[in-house]
């Protein structure tokens, strides 16, 4: 059987025509220095700036630096495997992780991969972890309070939602526990909560972690986590991943929390880059702008206005001090860019103050205006009270000839400091704050002995709760003063019952 020319050409055309290219256009580069969590790659002319590339063999990097020869690359994940001359390519995709309800309860790294054991997440929304801030006109000013559950800072530095308030201290001085607590007092606030742990123990987030599932905060937290064993860049972008996943819930008309703990060792793990990166170090060794670092962060955090739905993404960034000293660099660039701060001093915290909160050096600069109207107008005095007792303290010290004015002030004092007292993981609902805060500045403390204090409020709080529930519930729907006859009958008499320890 001969096969015919013309049926062999007519069968290569029909090839030919039917034939269909996909060009497939890729930029590719080469890997040139390798170490330290940084490559260096040339050839990839027209890559962006934060923009993600893949290497070989699947770790994901980030363009930080481009320079006219060759690109600095921050490798996000294990990089013992990349090696000289290893292929990397762009992805054309800026750093962006997956965001949405289905990240609510678990732990995930700062790419927003799970790390808790409980499978896959399914959502399909992402965002770009850097984004720029929400604009003038686009916020109102911060006139609704966030309430922590912690009598010291509700009533002495009060937190609105959309502020940023920086709580700052030593190492071991109770910074995290303030923070769980304000988390745990959200239950039935409506607010979403973001807990970013940058560079701690894993074996301390664990912790962190059974403590919000214990008390059922975990149902409306994501912990983001970047533990110490892993590579500085994930340190780095801990912070964006916890506000970008907080915008998206922001932007979306919700109330948001966002914790990051803590924003020292975020500025280490960005110093450790920028020098691996060869950039001129500045002050104690920081990169120039290590401030954008951080104010570009906080700037995120904002009451949007109500034509933008009305949203809010409060932030409570943590720095940690040496020996007390709040005019370093990283923490007074913060405190700069912040509305206040809670300082949190070891001397009261070894004393049995705890939370050990400086009232002196403590501020809020959204004030009165985060505070429901009761709690402004029972907590007026309270700052005075403290700031004169503990310049008293310090002068009864020397003599004990006081005069009854100055003995009197000593008193309530002592008693102001042992109310400002709290339980680990005990937040207080604001409207039993606010009783026993009436108590205290209405004098009806004044004749408990201070180791009785505590337990006073205790059994008032219990008391409170089978006999004046309706005077409770008035202060906590009006979020006024209930009528100062009903309060002082309540106050005494709870006190007619109150056993005074021999």
């Not at 770009?128 to 309430?147: F, N, T």
């Not at 937190?159 to 709580?167: A, N, P, W």
Request: hydrophobic share 40%; proline share 4%.
């Amino acid at each position: 059987m001969s096969i015919k020319a013309e049926e062999i050409s007519a069968l290569i055309k029909q090839q030919i025509e039917n034939y269909e290219s996909d060009i497939e256009v890729t930029d590719v580069g080469t890997v040139i220095e390798v170490g330290d969590g940084i490559a260096r790659a040339h050839g990839l002319d027209n890559c962006m700036a934060g923009e993600l590339v893949e290497f070989s063999n699947g770790v994901m990097g980030m363009a930080q630096n481009l320079e006219e020869s060759n690109v600095g690359l921050v490798i996000l994940g294990p990089f013992t495997d990349i090696k000289e001359g290893d292929e990397v390519r762009r992805t054309g995709r800026i750093m962006q992780i997956p965001t949405g309800e289905a990240m609510l309860g678990r732990v995930v790294n700062p790419l927003g991969q799970p790390v808790d054991g409980q499978g896959p997440i399914e959502t399909t929304r992402t965002r770009p972890i850097e984004s720029a801030a929400p604009g003038v006109m686009d916020r109102k000013s911060v006139d609704e309070p966030l309430q922590t559950g912690i009598k010291a800072i509700d009533a002495l530095v009060p937190i609105g939602r959309g502020q940023r308030e920086l709580i700052i201290g030593d190492r071991q001085t109770g910074k995290t526990s303030v923070a769980v607590d304000a988390i745990l007092n959200q239950h039935d606030q409506d607010m979403i909560c973001i807990y970013v742990a940058i560079g701690q123990k894993e074996s301390t987030v664990r912790g962190t972690v059974e403590t919000l599932r214990r008390h059922g905060a975990l149902d409306y937290t994501i912990v983001v986590t970047a533990s110490a064993s892993q590579p500085a860049p994930l340190l780095y972008l801990a912070p964006y991943a916890g506000v970008t996943l907080g915008e998206d819930f922001m932007y979306n008309g919700k109330h948001v929390l966002v914790v990051y703990d803590d924003l020292s060792k975020q500025a280490a793990a960005y110093r450790e880059l920028s020098l691996l990166l060869r950039r001129p170090p500045g002050r104690e060794a920081f990169p120039g702008d290590v401030f954008y670092l951080h104010s570009r962060l906080l700037e995120r955090a904002a009451k949007l206005s109500d034509a933008k739905g009305g949203g809010s993404l409060t932030a409570l960034p943590f720095v940690e001090t040496q020996a007390g000293d709040i005019s370093a660099y990283i923490p007074t660039n913060v405190i700069s860019i912040t509305d206040g701060q809670i300082f949190l001093q070891s001397d009261l915290f070894f004393s049995g103050v705890r939370p050990a909160i400086n009232a002196g050096l403590s501020v809020s600069r959204v004030g009165g205006s985060a505070q429901i109207k009761a709690m402004k107008k029972v907590a007026g005095t309270l700052r005075l009270d403290l700031a004169s007792y503990r310049e008293l303290e310090a002068f009864a010290q020397f003599g004990s000839d006081l005069d009854k004015s100055t003995q009197a002030k000593l008193n309530r004092g002592a008693r102001t400091v042992e109310v400002l007292k709290q339980g680990l993981h005990q937040p207080l609902a604001v409207e039993k704050q606010v009783m026993i805060i009436y108590a205290l500045t209405q004098g009806y403390l004044d004749e408990i002995p201070v180791e009785d204090v505590t337990r006073f409020e205790n059994e008032f709080n219990n008391w409170l709760d089978n006999n004046r529930k309706e005077l409770l519930s008035q202060i906590r729907n009006t979020g006024k003063l209930a009528d100062t006859d009903d309060m002082n009958e309540a106050v005494e008499a709870f006190k007619k019952t109150f056993i005074i320890s021999e």
